[in-house]
């Protein structure tokens, strides 16, 4: 009975879905004070932290991994064949020819990502009501503007927001003064912007609990699961993306992000994997070959030089499908299982 309320199983689902925010908050401060994240080495052409490597490798792995889901997949890639062919094309093409397009996709696939990530917590956190039976749209919107909230939220109003704004700084390459002006605008203004964050956080919060409570009154009592799972991830995001204590908030949020798309993906296609490898007794070894692949992909990308902007053109034209592919490719699936 147990086993229903998780996506795949208690150790499965505890490993790398509901317990890896906590997991990847404890590698962070357990790395922080040592050599892996502050000695520099040379790796191919790029020069970073054994930290820097390891979570650049995970980030572009499991961007990657969504074409297991995309063009791995006969019968969605018939349904929409502009979409996972065409379009990454003109994409790289328009990338190749167009500074301004060059630089505009690093800052969209910056702030997308952000988008993405509460997407993704929010779509675990309702798989975790629906295996509970709570009714589909019960909850459904709040719930996605809570878990915007919670990721978006401390980035906003938080330590690491220039990090994420400084990507409007690549503007200056191309002699854009109005979007490379955006970060000194933003700076001069992070007061006003984090007390206006926790001011709409506070009133959706209320808000959040008022609906709730009223649909306690009605009987409806949410799925434990999910309630840790938006707990755990919430402290973990306002505690790595808000303070920054430990200075490994990218290495903290991306991990359990990608460790859970990566997992997630396995667990959901699988066997249609393992199947498509001509492997479909041998799922080890299908799996060994998954991982292997999208890991290998994610290593060369962070190694290779950033310059040689034809292989730049394809790890941003990887990044921006799989932010697309993503939103909308599960529920496109479902008339396929």
Same mark, same amino acid.
């Given at each position: 009975?147990?086993?229903?309320?998780?996506?795949?199983?208690?150790?499965?689902?505890?490993?790398?879905?509901?317990?890896?925010?906590?997991?990847?908050?404890?590698?962070?401060?357990?790395?922080?004070?040592?050599?892996?994240?502050?000695?520099?080495?040379?790796?191919?052409?790029?020069?970073?932290?054994?930290?820097?490597?390891?979570?650049?490798?995970?980030?572009?792995?499991?961007?990657?991994?969504?074409?297991?889901?995309?063009?791995?997949?006969?019968?969605?890639?018939?349904?929409?064949?502009?979409?996972?062919?065409?379009?990454?094309?003109?994409?790289?093409?328009?990338?190749?020819?167009?500074? $301004?397009?060059? =630089?505009?996709?690093?800052?969209?696939?910056? &702030?997308?990502? #952000?988008?993405?990530? /509460?997407?993704?917590?929010? *779509?675990?956190?309702?798989?975790?009501?629906?295996?509970?039976?709570?009714?589909?749209?019960?909850?459904?919107?709040?719930?996605?503007?809570?878990?915007?909230?919670?990721?978006?939220?401390?980035?906003?109003?938080?330590?690491?927001?220039?990090?994420?704004?400084?990507?409007?700084?690549?503007?200056?390459?191309?002699?854009?003064?109005?979007?490379?002006?955006?970060?000194?605008?933003?700076?001069?203004?992070?007061?006003?912007?984090?007390?206006?964050?926790?001011?709409?956080?506070?009133?959706?919060?209320?808000?959040?609990?008022?609906?709730?409570?009223?649909?306690?009154?009605?009987?409806?009592?949410?799925? $434990?699961?999910? =309630?840790?799972?938006?707990?755990?991830?919430? &402290?973990?995001? #306002?505690?790595?993306? /808000?303070?920054?204590?430990? *200075?490994?908030?990218?290495?903290?949020?991306?991990?359990?992000?990608?460790?859970?798309?990566?997992?997630?993906?396995?667990?959901?296609?699988?066997?249609?994997?393992?199947?498509?490898?001509?492997?479909?007794?041998?799922?080890?070894?299908?799996?060994?070959?998954?991982?292997?692949?999208?890991?290998?992909?994610?290593?060369?990308?962070?190694?290779?030089?950033?310059?040689?902007?034809?292989?730049?053109?394809?790890?941003?034209?990887?990044?921006?499908?799989?932010?697309?592919?993503?939103?909308?490719?599960?529920?496109?699936?479902?008339?396929?299982?």
């Amino acid at each position: 009975m147990s086993e229903r309320r998780y996506i795949v199983g208690p150790v499965y689902d505890w490993a790398f879905f509901l317990g890896a925010p906590m997991l990847a908050l404890a590698l962070g401060i357990l790395v922080s004070d040592t050599a892996l994240a502050h000695e520099d080495w040379l790796f191919g052409n790029e020069e970073g932290t054994l930290v820097s490597f390891f979570i650049g490798t995970v980030i572009h792995a499991h961007l990657v991994a969504v074409l297991f889901r995309s063009h791995g997949n006969a019968a969605i890639r018939r349904l929409y064949p502009r979409r996972f062919i065409v379009v990454p094309i003109v994409l790289y093409a328009a990338i190749m020819l167009s500074p $301004w397009i060059a =630089v505009a996709t690093t800052v969209v696939a910056t &702030f997308w990502d #952000v988008w993405h990530s /509460g997407a993704q917590t929010f *779509g675990f956190a309702r798989i975790y009501e629906r295996n509970h039976g709570t009714p589909a749209d019960l909850g459904r919107r709040l719930d996605f503007w809570l878990h915007q909230l919670l990721y978006a939220g401390p980035i906003l109003a938080g330590a690491t927001l220039m990090d994420h704004v400084d990507s409007f700084d690549n503007f200056k390459s191309i002699g854009d003064a109005v979007f490379s002006s955006v970060p000194a605008h933003v700076e001069g203004n992070t007061r006003l912007l984090t007390y206006t964050i926790l001011g709409i956080a506070g009133a959706f919060l209320v808000l959040y609990v008022a609906v709730h409570w009223r649909l306690a009154q009605r009987g409806y009592r949410p799925s $434990w699961l999910k =309630v840790w799972l938006v707990g755990s991830t919430g &402290f973990v995001s #306002v505690y790595s993306w /808000g303070f920054n204590s430990w *200075g490994q908030a990218f290495l903290i949020m991306n991990l359990f992000h990608g460790v859970q798309y990566l997992a997630l993906v396995w667990a959901m296609e699988g066997k249609r994997i393992a199947t498509t490898m001509r492997l479909p007794g041998r799922p080890r070894i299908a799996l060994a070959i998954y991982l292997g692949s999208v890991l290998v992909y994610g290593l060369g990308v962070t190694a290779l030089d950033a310059d040689l902007k034809e292989l730049w053109a394809i790890t941003m034209v990887v990044s921006l499908m799989h932010f697309w592919y993503d939103a909308f490719v599960w529920s496109v699936r479902k008339s396929q299982i």
